[in-house]
């Protein structure tokens, strides 16, 4: 069965770093483009943070340009999200997503990233 775990989401101050993981199993993970999004609470719809296609072409939100680094490694099925200057606004739960062939093919359950003095 396949499965997208995240991990790395936490508390951190404005101004903080950190990096989320996610890891697949069971998928030729070479050929997913994979992405992190963001769903924020009060109900905001979850929204695209970044993307990586198999071959290390990545595309960013402008709201996180200069600030957060998508990168993969395909010898170890996974992904991450390097965030850097974390503000208030990026708090949310971070979804990993797997896509081939222009298709959403499957979700992570989600990681909890809090942004607070």
């Known amino acids: 069965q396949v499965q997208l775990v995240e991990s790395g989401g936490n508390l951190v101050q404005p101004g903080g770093s950190l990096r989320l993981s996610c890891a697949a199993s069971e998928i030729i993970f070479r050929i997913y483009t994979m992405g992190w999004y963001r769903q924020a609470p009060s109900g905001k719809q979850r929204e695209l943070v970044a993307t990586i296609s198999g071959g290390g072409n990545s595309n960013y939100a402008d709201s996180v340009k200069g600030r957060f680094t998508i990168s993969r490694d395909n010898t170890k099925n996974t992904v991450y999200l390097q965030m850097n200057n974390l503000k208030p606004e990026d708090t949310a739960v971070y979804y990993c997503?797997?896509?081939?062939?222009?298709?959403?093919?499957?979700w992570g359950q989600g990681t909890q990233v809090t942004v607070s003095s």
């Open positions: 997503r797997a896509d081939v062939g222009g298709r959403v093919a499957y």
